[in-house]
Nanobody, 114 residues
Framework: VQLQASGGGLVQAGGSLRLSCVAS????????MGWYRQAPGKQRELVAV???????NYADSVKGRFTISKDNTWNTVYLQMNNLEPEDTAVYYC?????????WGQGTQVTVSS
């Protein structure tokens, strides 16, 4: 299973980015799809997750600013990031939980300048 993440970049504070993650094995049968991030010197943390039913959950730091969604037709999960802050600077990774195993994408860099 391969996860291809894209959409990162450099943006000013207050700006927006949309990350995409395409799963080669599809996402219809996943238990959950999530976005994580890792800033320099920090541990990887959960940003947002969408489970099979479509329910979502977010880290407190991004609630109201980020939205996770999925498109089963295109095997893609998205992370819409609005009102970005310098503290959001990190490498963002998508994760797919199929139940029998979990897989990670290669990461995409998001840099927010002040």
């Amino acid at each position: 299973v391969q996860l291809q993440a894209s959409g990162g970049g450099l943006v000013q504070a207050g700006g927006s980015l949309r990350l995409s993650c395409v799963a080669s094995a599809g996402i219809l049968n996943t238990n959950a799809m999530g976005w994580y991030r890792q800033a320099p010197g920090k541990q990887r943390e959960l940003v947002a997750v969408v489970i099979r039913s479509g329910s979502t959950n977010y880290a407190d730091s991004v609630k109201g600013r980020f939205t996770i969604s999925k498109d089963n037709t295109w095997n893609t999960v998205y992370l819409q990031m609005n009102n970005l802050e310098p503290e959001d600077t990190a490498v963002y990774y998508c994760n797919a939980d199929y139940g029998w195993d979990r897989f990670w994408g290669q990461g995409t860099q998001v840099t927010v300048s002040s």
